[in-house]
């Protein structure tokens, strides 16, 4: 009864924010590294094939970020290309950006990823708490169709379908092969040494990415889970796209878990 309480609140006081909070909107900028065909057409190059856009002068940008934070209402367009004129080397040149139109509700916007965690300590239900995070985030943005309006546009996206394939199949894959093949003694051997091994555990890198016992601390972590609420908090903080930021971290988490696979394993091999 406490738990839906709590959850029906934080519903309440997301729905309050999303109806009678005004957001605030600022403008991000973009420098481009535009390049013309021999039309004279401006483009960027995405993942190696060339986009085309149309750009407008400065001076007639819809998304100009003084008028925009003036004026404190929404902007008519969400996205832009600008082109202005610089003198650069004693020359002028044409250079390009992209402006986009980005809304927060000040220290509000923090209420989603406090929900989920929230609703995580007072359940010990991660996955299961993560769609109050969602709902409340839903509310305040006055999305109401949380399957049309917020999960599909967000999952229907090629970054997101590359996360979903790299969380669900490929962890998949490693418990089976930790069920029916020799991992669970390595494992075994690894989390726990011999007491002459002990000082030497204690200098393996990475020892916290390794399941079990020992790695519980380390896999509370979870630096590129796109579900984690620090991974949430740090974006939202921050003012970060979700899946850029998990992007950024894939690498280093990835080679420390890499280098404790090895350590680990040579660990294993040599204590018998």
Excluded at 58 to 81: N, T
Excluded at 181 to 187: D, E, K, P, W
Excluded at 207 to 215: K, M, T
Aim: hydrophobic residues 45%.
């Amino acid at each position: 009864m406490r738990k839906f309480a709590v959850f029906a609140v934080a519903m309440i006081a997301s729905w309050l924010v999303g109806w009678h909070v005004s957001p605030t909107w600022t403008v991000e900028e973009i420098s481009i590294d535009a390049h013309t065909d021999e039309a004279g057409a401006p483009y960027y190059l995405f993942e190696g094939d060339p986009a085309y856009f149309y750009a407008a002068p400065v001076d007639r940008s819809a998304l100009d970020p003084e008028r925009v934070r003036a004026s404190g209402e929404a902007p008519p367009v969400k996205e832009e290309f600008v082109s202005a004129q610089e003198a650069r080397d004693g020359q002028t040149q044409t250079v390009y950006c992209q402006r986009i139109a980005k809304a927060h509700w000040g220290f509000r916007s923090l209420l989603p990823p406090l929900v989920a965690v929230l609703l995580c300590w007072m359940t010990r239900e991660p996955v299961s708490s993560l769609p109050g995070g969602i709902a409340s985030g839903a509310l305040i943005l006055s999305r109401y169709d949380l399957t049309g309006e917020v999960l599909i546009p967000s999952l229907a996206t090629t970054s997101s379908a590359a996360l979903l394939v790299l969380y669900l199949w490929l962890p998949g894959g490693l418990m089976v092969i930790w069920r029916r093949a020799g991992f669970r003694g390595v494992h075994h051997r690894a989390v726990r040494p011999r007491p002459a091994h002990r000082q030497a555990r204690r200098l393996v890198p990475g020892r916290h990415l390794l399941p079990g016992r020992h790695g519980q601390h380390g896999a509370r972590r979870h630096h590129g889970s796109p579900i984690s609420d620090t991974t949430v908090l740090s974006s939202v903080c921050t003012g970060c796209d979700l899946m850029d930021h998990v992007k950024t971290q894939i690498p280093q988490a990835s080679v420390a878990a890499g280098l404790a696979v090895i350590c680990w394993t040579v660990v294993a091999y040599f204590t018998g």
